[in-house]
């Protein structure tokens, strides 16, 4: 997939999955092998998952939020 604002290759980290048309859910995500622009998924989420890859740190620990 395109490679998030956070997430470095073979590392843990929490991206905001979109569930429904309106929230978005934080869910952690192993990582695999990393290039400039692309991550390798390998847990915690599944093709066709759509998530959000902006910096969204200023959001750490709150488990929802509502996409506009």
Request: aromatic content about 4%; hydrophobic content about 45%; glycine content about 10%.
């Amino acid at each position: 997939m395109a490679r998030p604002a956070i997430g470095e290759a073979r590392s843990t980290s929490a991206l905001y999955k979109l569930v429904g048309d309106d929230e978005a859910m934080r869910v952690p995500v192993q990582f695999g092998r990393g290039a400039v622009k692309e991550i390798e998924i390998v847990s915690g989420l599944a093709e066709g998952d759509r998530v959000i890859l902006s910096d969204m740190s200023q959001w750490d620990g709150v488990a929802r939020v509502r996409v506009r």
